[in-house]
Structures are given as C-alpha cells and as structure tokens.
C-alpha cells in the first residue's frame, strides 16, 4: 500500500483521533455523550440532575467532549446547552472502517495463502 492510500483525514497520526477516542474512553463522558446523541441540547443542570453528578464535574466532561469536537455548547441567556456534533464521530467511524477494510484484505489473503498451501 503506497502512503497516498495509507493516509485518510484523520489517520493515525491525526492528534484529533486521539482526542476522539481518548473523550469516548472514559464512561462517565461516554454515557453524557450518549445521552445527548438523540439530538436535543441539554443544559449542564440537566445533565447533572440525570447523571447524579455535580455540575462541575459534568462541566469537565462536557469540555474534554467538546476540545474533541462531539459536543458544541450554545449560550442562551445565562445558560449553556450542549448538543451532539455528529461530524467528528463520522470521521472516526470512517477511520475505523478504513481499519477494518485493511483488515479483512489482509484476512482474505491468509484465506487464500492457506487454500493454495492445502492443495
């Protein structure tokens, strides 16, 4: 495989993906990013009042989740509601099936391997 098609947006050496997968890695932020993926924007009392949390610390997941990029926070008045950004999971999902396609070339060619050498 040449490095043109080894490189996607978002490979590896992406620091973004780390991000991604570090923010989805801890469950606490992962069931917060659950709970907003149905896509309605949630304030932070809203979230801690259903997470049995303080606001503090759902505001620290909320901004791990937000330096990845799967959350955006929107001020209304005084307050801040956070809501699901779909894009960058995307990516990350994109880069994970990009993964899993290696893999199952990779697969099929042990199959194959091991089909000629059984002959």
């Known amino acids: ?3 043109t098609e080894n490189h996607m947006p978002g490979s590896a050496g992406d620091p973004g993906f780390a991000e ?3 923010a989805l890695g801890d469950p606490t932020r992962l ?7 149905d896509g309605q924007a949630r304030s932070i009392a809203s979230l801690s009042n259903d997470a049995d949390m303080t606001r503090q610390a759902v ?10 990029g799967l959350v955006e926070s929107h001020r209304i008045g005084r307050e801040s509601r956070y809501a699901f950004c779909p894009d960058r999971l995307a990516l990350a999902r994109a880069w994970l099936d990009h993964v899993a396609g290696r893999w199952d070339s990779a697969l099929m060619r042990l199959k194959s ?3 000629q050498s059984s002959d």
Do not use: G, P, W
């Open 1 to 3: 495989m040449s490095k």
């Open 20 to 22: 991604i997968f570090a």
């Open 31 to 37: 069931a917060i990013f659950d709970r907003l993926s």
């Open 59 to 68: 505001t620290k997941h909320l901004r791990v989740l937000e330096m990845a």
């Open 113 to 115: 391997f091991a089909e």
